[in-house]
Structure formats: C-alpha cells, structure tokens
T-cell receptor
Framework: DAGVIQSPRHEVTEMGQEVTLRCKPI?????LFWYRQTMMRGLELLIY????????DSGMPEDRFSAKMPNASFSTLKIQPSEPRDSAVYFCASSLAQGAGYEQYFGPGTRLTVT | AQSVAQPEDQVNVAEGNPLTVKCTYS??????LFWYVQYPNRGLQFLLK????DNLVKGSYGFEAEFNKSQTSFHLKKPSALVSDSALYFC???????????WGAGTKLIIKP
C-alpha cells in the first residue's frame, strides 16, 4: 500500500488567498484525521471523519477553515482566506476503525507558508 | 482531565548506550498507549502500542516500551542506540471511550556517534 498520500507537499501563498490541501487515506481505512503541527502549539487535531462523516470539528480554528470528505478515498482541507498565522505543517492520518486500539497512519504532511 | 506528559524536551545519548524516553499519562479508565516517531520533514510513524496484556511491548526498529499502571508511565526504551534513531518522539494516549488521541509535546532524541 502507498500509505496516506497528501498533496501538495509544499504550498506558499499570499495572505487572503484560498488554499486547498488534499488527502488520500489508506484503502480500507474508514477514519480520517486532519492535524496541524507548529512549534508553538505542537500537534493539534483539527477534524475527524468516520465513514466519510465529520464527527468532531471542534479543533477547527475558525470559520475560515473547512473540510470535506466526499468519498472514502479523498478528503480536502480548505482555508479561505488564508492568514500568516495559518503557516504550519498540516497532516492527514487514517486508521482502520474508530476503535480505541487502532493506530493512526500519517501522511508526509503539507508545509504551508502564508506570506 | 486527560493528559500526557513528556518531561524531557531533549534526550542526549551516546551511540551504543541504552536509551529511555519518558512518558506519563492521566486518563480515566483503562488507557490505550502509543509511541510515534517523526523524522525531519516527515509524518509521524507508528512505533508501538499497549492495549492489554504483557506490560512490555515490543515495536519497530528494536524499540520497546513498558506499561506501568501504578506509576502511570509508558517509557520508551532501546538497549543500544543508533545514530539513525535521532528523531522526535511522541507519546499518545486514548481513553477506551474516546476516539481522540491526546498527544505529548514530543521529545527530541539525539544520538551522538
């Protein structure tokens, strides 16, 4: 299996622009997670999907952030409009099931820089 | 409140020596415990987990971790460190009733030749 695939790997954009990050989870996994990692705040869970349905989006910073999962093999995280404080590494992770004992598998991340 | 603590920001070990990266947790109910490693410019990679059973768990790359319920700890260990083990290590815990992983702040492990 190719693992979790994320694109793009790097994104540089200007403040105010729309940014869309993409994720393809591991085939057969039915839980998908979006995380953000910064030096200041560490690893933060933004949103969690189970069977393509958003379960908890309480970690989404504000209305500028939105996430979708139209099918089991694709998810997007959109920031509109982007701000410099959104600069971070964004990770997508998937797991086989919702159960507590299942580990998450992470993608390589998207490094976002907003100038 | 549920929490995970990694008390050391950085651990320095000479190559060939044993290493320990510490993790303590606080969670209601039985904990499910995980260790992940992050190499530079890479995503987090699963190392090992404790669900139930034997308190000593073996994982990838020769790492192991010992679950200690009385001390609420889950320290990561390796008998002989390699330079290639240098990375950022994260401990995480999940309550059996909660899907969400609670992450430690991470410990930077530096193995010197």
């Amino acid at each position: 299996d190719a693992g979790v695939i994320q694109s793009p790997r790097h994104e540089v954009t200007e403040m105010g622009q729309e940014v869309t990050l993409r994720c393809k989870p591991i085939s057969g996994h039915n839980s998908l997670f979006w995380y953000r990692q910064t030096m200041m705040r560490g690893l933060e869970l933004l949103i969690y999907f189970n069977n393509n349905v958003p379960i908890d989006d309480s970690g989404m910073p504000e209305d500028r952030f939105s996430a979708k999962m139209p099918n089991a093999s694709f998810s997007t995280l959109k920031i509109q409009p982007s701000e410099p404080r959104d600069s971070a590494v964004y990770f997508c992770a998937s797991s086989l099931a919702q159960g507590a004992g299942y580990e998450q598998y992470f993608g390589p991340g998207t490094r976002l820089t907003v100038t | 409140a549920q929490s995970v603590a990694q008390p050391e920001d950085q651990v320095n070990v000479a190559e060939g020596n044993p290493l320990t990266v510490k993790c303590t947790y606080s969670v209601s109910g039985n904990p499910y415990l995980f260790w992940y490693v992050q190499y530079p410019n890479r995503g987090l990679q699963f190392l090992l987990k404790y669900i139930t059973g034997d308190n000593l768990v073996k994982g990838s790359y020769g790492f192991e971790a010992e679950f200690n319920k009385s001390q609420t700890s889950f320290h990561l260990k390796k008998p002989s460190a390699l330079v290639s083990d240098s990375a950022l290590y994260f401990c995480a815990v999940r309550d059996v009733s909660n899907y969400q992983l609670i992450w430690g702040a991470g410990t930077k492990l530096i193995i010197k030749p």
